[in-house]
């Protein structure tokens, strides 16, 4: 199963660790490693969330996110993604984006790429944080099986039953960010907005196509004498078609956005375009792994608190990139945030299947209050 999901993700590693050697020394070979290392602890919870929307995807929609999607990961995100930026920014062709960012120079120095891509990251941040604050309100504010921190999100789930709140929350903290925090306020606004509008957009056609694709299958498992969900029916019943290519693309904006914190933290640790790309491409591959083990083992099944860290973790990562539209925050902070709120719900995920199997005969039996969690 490991080296299956993995083997891919274990030859690229090989291949761009050997050939940043070649071409680049042991410099080059000890960068790429460290920012492979960045995306890993910057994602992890990307993976998370990522498992609970492939899971509703059939095998070769799975398969498409796990090629295709990673060429759009790599390519269109940790490459092409801030040439764009770049060359819109600074009012420069294609060519002569390509032209800059090969230059290289440092990120204090005017004219250079990596400066051009630090001048616009208020508005990248602004786009990148009220769509992951989006995606932690909406699940924040619907009603779950379980509760993790159950003194906080049960409230919060009741208050949601106001379709409209994760909207008005979301619009009030931009208005506080860009009003707060934003040299250029009108500049934040616009990329908030556009955030907000892009969030909606892709997540209701994703849930409008997955609706139809669903029931769709359904009805073809009702023609052939199988209950869904029950039994191996379930697997029967995944998005497809229209619904899945909508599931897909949501995945791949969700991607973007996680990716955002990775790309301009890389200028951090080095100016080279080329060096970035390939240590965060490498990461991606890893969470992209990440996320179909976690699909195929049923870990999200298991370990029910792993959702409730990994959203916890995104809203947290929504916050802090608001906050360095004004003020620097470490990458290791970024990271180990992340990492944290997934260990917290790990634990906790472990003792409540101890709970419950030292009660299994008894139907009563409630979630411990790990942190919080209750049923």
């Known amino acids: 199963m490991v080296l299956r999901t993995f083997g891919w993700s274990f030859a690229i590693t090989a291949i761009a660790l050997i050939g940043a050697f070649i071409l680049g020394g042991p410099q080059a070979f000890l960068l790429v490693a460290i920012l492979c290392v960045l995306e890993i602890s910057l994602s992890f919870d990307n993976a998370v969330v990522n498992a609970k929307i492939l899971v509703r995807m059939n095998e070769f929609w799975q398969k498409m996110f796990l090629t295709i999607g990673i060429l759009i990961a790599v390519f269109g995100m940790r490459l092409l993604f801030p040439l764009v930026i770049v060359s819109v920014t600074a009012g420069l062709g294609p060519v002569e984006a390509v032209q800059l960012a090969a230059e290289g120079?440092?990120?204090?120095?005017?004219?250079?790429?990596?400066?051009?891509?630090?001048?616009?990251?208020?508005?990248?941040?602004?786009?990148?944080?009220?769509?992951?604050?989006?995606?932690?309100?909406?699940?924040?504010?619907?009603?779950?099986?379980?509760?993790?921190?159950?003194?906080?999100?049960?409230?919060?789930?009741?208050?949601?039953?106001l379709d409209v709140l994760a909207v008005v929350m979301a619009l009030i903290a931009l208005v506080l960010t860009a009003e707060l925090l934003a040299e250029d306020p009108a500049d934040v606004m616009v990329s908030g907005v556009l955030g907000i509008i892009t969030y909606l957009v892709v997540n209701g056609l994703g849930q409008l196509f997955e609706s139809q694709g669903l029931e769709e299958a359904e009805a073809d498992a009702t023609q052939v004498g199988v209950v869904p969900g029950q039994g191996g029916a379930s697997a029967l019943v995944k998005a497809s078609g229209k619904a899945a290519f909508f599931l897909f693309l949501y995945l791949e904006v969700l991607d973007a956005s996680f990716s955002f914190d990775g790309v301009i933290g890389a200028f951090a640790i080095t100016q080279d375009i080329f060096i970035i790309a390939t240590g965060l491409g490498v990461g991606a591959m890893y969470i992209r792994s990440t996320t179909v083990y976690l699909v195929r083992k049923g870990t999200l099944q298991e370990f029910v608190y792993l959702e409730h860290g990994a959203h916890w973790a995104i809203g947290a990562l929504a916050v802090i990139l608001l906050v360095t539209i004004q003020y620097h925050v470490p990458e290791l902070v970024t990271g180990l945030i992340g990492v944290a709120f997934i260990g917290a719900a790990f634990a906790s995920s472990i003792r409540l299947r101890k709970v419950l199997a030292a009660h299994k005969d008894d139907d009563e039996v409630e979630e411990p209050d790990t942190v919080g969690a209750a049923t």
């Open 105 to 161: 120079g440092d990120v204090d120095t005017p004219g250079t790429y990596a400066y051009l891509l630090n001048e616009a990251h208020p508005t990248i941040a602004a786009f990148g944080g009220m769509f992951l604050l989006m995606l932690f309100l909406d699940w924040i504010f619907e009603d779950k099986e379980h509760a993790w921190l159950a003194w906080l999100e049960r409230p919060l789930a009741k208050l949601g039953k």
